[in-house]
């Protein structure tokens, strides 16, 4: 099978990596992608947001299977403009992608599905937010309605901050908000495979969010992620399967507009039970990086069976019995203000490391050199016997790399190895 994947982030080298270990697969491409992944993939210069650009390589290279990794081409109708070219594609369409896209209408969607999620209201001028807030109580969660790269969202006890968020994002052209009854809880990243009509869950992960340790400072696109989740409840998965993702995926197809590719379930399980926090309509990052190293069944046939309407006829998947945690080492000032440019060095000196691998986010080769070129830098992966090995192993790695200015979380999957050797609940 050879198989394109648009995007060039350090989920994309993991789907990239992942796909490469597949005995089925005879080529692999990727569009623009980056310096990790060309030393897998053979790399093509186009913009990932033409559709009509990523149809035309998909043609030129005559390959069997398009892989949409990111949410940005999704929503521009990347994988309509393949589908319609006759190529199979693993990703929604534009229309399947909204339910990213805009969070009052999966806001909509999970209404009429009945799935179960945080009570808001949707927006569109600061009286609105005001009269929302004070219904709701603190703290106050406000989102923006768009796609933000994770940081359209602000959690806080401060009606001020909550309300100057609001008006910030009020003021773009269409703007509007989506205020909502605070979730608590902790927070579980659940992939569920969909061709439109049948679903196939994957495992479940934890994200860190915040930049800092302890959950402080404010929200990133993720700073690091961990898989299984020992102490979740055994029947989680069954039933987000059963209350959220099959409602869903029926409702999107009801509508007729059906959900192909991943529904990624941003989930809160709150004393009063499971709470959808947010849908996606592609694979998670970093989530993505500490799942696929699990999966024992070869990749490549589970995204083509999605892409082409056969999860039903596919076998049960199969995981291995490790666990894997994934610390982004991030440029200096992200989330604020990002400097780039900075040599990478180091890396490979931490893949030296057994049960190490360094997967590349926001890198580029500047004469030769490999530097620093985005918010998150590289996702370090550890995979081990358990929780404790996986997270000893991946900060082993990365220790070993050497990134000016750089930061990353100490705190990812401590607790969560910790209750699991004390056999205890999450503290
Ligand atoms: P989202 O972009 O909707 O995933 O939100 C980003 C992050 O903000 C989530 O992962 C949560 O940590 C937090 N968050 C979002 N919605 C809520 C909520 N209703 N209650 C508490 N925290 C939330
Ligand atoms: N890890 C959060 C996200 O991919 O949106």
Known sequence: MEILVVGGGAREHALVRALSLDPAVTALHAAPGNPGIGELAELHAIDPLDGAAVAALAG??????????????????????????????????????????SKAFAKEVMAAAGVPTAAARVATTVEQVAAALD????????????????????????????????????AKPGGQVVVEEYLDGPEVSLFVLSDGSDVVPLQPAQDFKRVDDDDAGPNTGGMGAYSPL??????????????????????????????AGVLYCGLALTSRGVRVVEFNARFGDPETQVVLPRLATPLA???????????????????????????VVAAHGYPVSVRSDDPIT?????????????????????DGVLVSAGGRVLSVVGTGADLTAARATAYAGVERIMLPGSHHRTDIARRAAAAEAAGAPLS
Not at 348 to 353: C, E, L, N
């Open 60 to 101: 030129e290279l005559n390959v069997d299977l398009v892989v949409v990794g990111p949410e940005a081409p999704l929503v521009a109708g990347v994988a309509d403009a393949v589908r319609a070219a006759g190529v199979p594609v693993f990703g929604p369409s534009a229309a399947g992608a909204r339910l990213e896209g």
């Open 135 to 170: 219904a709701f109580g603190a703290p106050h969660v406000v989102k923006e309605d768009g796609l933000a790269a994770g940081k359209g969202v602000v959690v806080t006890s401060d009606r001020e901050t909550a309300l100057a968020h609001a008006a910030a994002c009020l």
């Open 230 to 259: 020992p102490w979740a409840p055994p029947g989680l998965v069954d039933e987000v399967v059963a209350t959220v993702a099959a409602p869903t995926i029926a409702e999107m197809a009801r509508r007729g507009t059906p959900f």
């Open 301 to 327: 046939g589970v995204l083509m069976a999605a892409a082409t309407g056969g999860l039903a006829q596919l076998a049960p998947l199969q995981w291995r019995d490790e666990a894997a945690v994934t610390v």
């Open 346 to 366: 180091g890396i490979a000196d931490a893949v030296q490391v057994p049960d190490v691998h360094v997967l590349h986010a926001g890198t580029a080769l500047r």
